[in-house]
């Protein structure tokens, strides 16, 4: 599962859900659960100690837990030299960045046979949590509850920087501090992190094993997909973060995770730390309306017409099918997720349930005078904030889906800010050759994975939607003064932009920033479509959602704060916000529909039934297949097979991809890379009969890198935790084989 979530230009509520603490549901602060969860979890089969979990004094699970790029996928530390595990997914665009197509690692995978042979991982971080603190007395000691609006934000900003460079002086220098609001604002947190910039990959399997069932399995149950990868830190000599350098040494962790091999059963306690992105667990039964009368069904068309582009030229060319492939996932997975998600909020009746919480929650206001002063307005404003957003939700929806689909089109936008250098009056050289060296380097990845004649069909099918679906009324002149001219032919259109243009091609563009001018870009139509766009939504669009936010936004404040003293004897969770968090339950089967039952594991006997030649998502390498034939699972096997993928009840979501999913020994038994389809709209309604976790066996994964790949130098470098019956002697390891290697 791709859980990135893609930036939109909509306002989305991001609200909590009250819930009784229980093993299924909840996003946890892990230096929290000693208080919180931790009777509660002993009772579900853990055995460590909350300390083993989170420490800030010793070693602990939370040290071998790594946030990739900010959070926008998971890794876990299973090595004392700094490797890491991860999906296959979130180390795609390294993969396709060290592809090509006389070397293609996405169909053939890569395996580092030695630390020599490991491949630059370009442009990714790891980040290792130091420490987290709860600063909402400082931030909020001085600020009343009733204050709103900016002099409610700027109070809130003056406050967190100035506890953000307290916290600064009493680390280290180079730790990052970070300060984010939790429960709508009602609480604040600071996190400290050491952030790694060398990386680099280890080992992939071929897609048609790490990507097996593609977009046909996606969140869908049961699964074979055997989604991980791995990769490696490295640290500078004085073992602090540092550049890439042939010199520097792999990371020595504070924690890394044993691997166990004993395998999982049902009911079997089940343990996930990682870094979700956002969940929306009380968005308000108006934001529900929202997104499912506006939103949610915009965002499904459009991406599927541009999929549909993408599709074709991928299946024209291998060259273009390496360039597009990563943005072909990003762009299709919410697209299946919005799909869901409309169909899981209506069939769950999520509207109704959230319109009846609002009915307790105004009953409860009126009953008392002092409440009324405080949240009688709270739902009155939600409606108001609401009525006023969906006047320019059209706009904002395709303005992020439609008009920046165009590539060159973002690639010029994001050449504004050397715009505005140029555009000084006494323009300063450095900062000049400052932006144009930062260019450079972005532009270098860019056009590694550009095609023209591709992007110039997605641009053309994105603006006519555009024109088509957004009232006329909000425009720009830029906009409709080029489709009157060419009445309405967007294929015209756009062969006139990007036929006067330098972003078309990296020899153009690496021109203009050997000389930049402000003159070639004044001259330069996608440069000025795109400037001008962004300048009509900031001076038109945006003021018209000023009122809007600051009710909703304000409204979101209250109705959560009131909600927890209204429930004062109910244990609230925080929303996903991208920061570290513990869910727990266990590995479960579930009921799906009617009559339908599912296991709570898949085994290779299903990646051969699903075999099809004749469709790229389900071929078989034949190496898997000889290793079927022969049941040469070695001790990774069971009963006579091998399984794949698991499942448990745990809550996650964008951001967890790559988690470790952990026994209650605190020992790897999964990694976590997808949720189920029946529980699509779990994001802001958590359904525990339906809701789960998808997991690949670790046991699978092992298999992969050693009868598979023959990289025996990674076995060799884990700590695998055996079986008793193993220890004995009863099990014999598997013998080495002969590497499958890609091309180099």
Request: net charge negative; hydrophobic share 35%.
């Amino acid at each position: 599962m791709y859980m990135k979530r893609i930036l939109i230009l909509g306002l989305s509520a991001l609200l909590l859900i009250p819930t009784i603490s229980v093993a299924d549901e909840g996003m946890w602060l892990p230096m929290l659960i000693k208080r919180l969860n931790y009777a509660d979890m002993q009772k579900h089969g853990l055995q460590l100690t909350a300390e083993e979990i989170y420490s800030v004094n010793n070693s602990s699970l939370k040290d071998a837990i790594v946030a990739l790029n900010g959070g926008s996928c998971t890794a876990e530390t299973i090595s004392e030299k700094g490797l890491l595990l991860t999906n296959h997914h979130c180390a795609f665009g390294v993969i396709q960045d060290n592809s090509a197509p006389e070397h293609d690692y996405l169909m053939d995978g890569f395996w580092a046979m030695a630390m020599k042979e490991e491949l630059h991982a370009r442009n990714m971080t790891a980040s290792y949590l130091i420490e987290m603190r709860d600063v909402t007395s400082e931030v909020l000691s001085d600020i009343s509850i009733t204050l709103k609006g900016t002099e409610r934000q700027e109070a809130i900003q003056a406050a967190t920087k100035a506890i953000q460079e307290k916290i600064a002086e009493e680390v280290a220098e180079h730790y990052d501090v970070k300060i984010k609001e939790f429960f709508e604002g009602n609480e604040y947190y600071a996190f400290v992190y050491e952030t790694y910039r060398d990386i680099r990959l280890v080992g992939a399997p071929p897609s048609s094993i790490g990507k097996y069932g593609g977009d046909t399995d996606n969140w869908m149950w049961p699964r074979h997909t055997g989604d991980f990868s791995l990769l490696r830190v490295y640290m500078g000599e004085d073992g602090k973060p540092a550049d890439y350098s042939e010199s520097n040494q792999p990371y020595k962790p504070k924690h890394f995770l044993p691997v166990s091999i004993s395998g999982v059963e049902k009911d079997d306690y089940a343990m996930i730390l990682g870094y979700p992105g956002s969940t929306d667990r009380y968005l308000s039964s108006y934001g529900v309306k929202q997104e499912l009368d506006y939103r949610q069904p915009s965002v499904v068309k459009i991406r599927g017409e541009r999929l549909a582009i993408l599709k074709e030229d991928m299946n024209s060319s291998s060259a273009i099918r390496i360039q597009y492939a990563s943005k072909y996932a990003q762009v299709s997975n919410y697209w299946k997720y919005f799909i869901g998600q409309q169909r899981g909020l209506k069939r769950l009746k999520v509207y109704d349930k959230k319109k009846s919480l609002e009915d307790d929650f105004t009953a409860w206001v009126n009953k008392d005078a002092k409440r009324k002063d405080i949240y009688g307005d709270v739902l009155n404003d939600w409606q108001t904030g609401y009525d006023l957003n969906a006047e320019s939700i059209l706009f904002r929806t395709y303005f992020g889906e439609c008009i920046f689909a165009s590539e060159a089109s973002l690639m010029a936008y994001r050449t504004s800010q050397l715009y505005g250098i140029l555009s000084a009056e006494d323009p300063n050289q450095e900062a000049i050759n400052r932006a144009a060296e930062s260019m450079r380097e972005r532009a270098d990845k860019f056009y590694q994975d550009f095609n023209l004649p591709t992007d110039k069909r997605v641009a053309a099918k994105m603006f006519e939607m555009f024109y088509n679906d957004v009232p006329k009324s909000q425009h720009p002149k830029v906009f409709t003064d080029m489709v009157a001219k060419l009445k309405g032919d967007f294929n015209k259109l756009v062969d006139k932009m990007y036929s006067k243009s330098i972003f078309t091609s990296k020899e153009k563009y690496t021109a203009f920033l050997d000389n930049p001018s402000k003159k070639v870009l004044d001259k330069d139509a996608i440069f000025q479509f795109a400037y001008q766009f962004v300048n009509h939504y900031r001076m038109v669009i945006s003021p018209m959602t000023v009122e809007a936010m600051e009710k909703i936004e304000n409204s979101n404040r209250l109705f959560v704060h009131g909600l927890r003293e209204m429930n004062a004897d109910k244990t609230y969770y925080p929303n996903a916000n991208s920061t570290m968090r513990v869910t727990y339950g266990n590995v479960l089967d579930y009921y799906p529909a009617d009559a339908m039952h599912y296991d709570f594991y898949t085994t290779i006997e299903g990646i051969m039934e699903k075999e099809d030649p004749n469709n790229d998502e389900f071929i078989v390498p034949a190496k898997l297949k000889e290793l079927y034939e022969k049941k040469d699972y070695g001790r990774y096997g069971q009963d006579g097979t091998l399984r794949i993928c698991f499942l448990t009840n745990t809550d996650i979501t964008g951001g967890n991809s790559g988690s470790p999913v952990i026994n209650g020994k605190g020992e790897l038994i999964g990694c976590a890379f997808d949720g189920n389809w029946e529980a699509m709209s779990g994001d802001i309604a958590f359904e525990p009969e339906l809701q789960r976790t998808i997991a690949v066996d670790v046991r699978y994964i092992l298999f992969i890198i050693d009868k598979y790949a023959g990289a025996q130098n990674i076995i060799d470098e884990l700590k695998l935790v055996r079986t008793a019956k193993e220890q004995t002697g009863a099990a014999m390891p598997s013998p080495s084989i002969q590497p499958v290697k890609a091309s180099k």
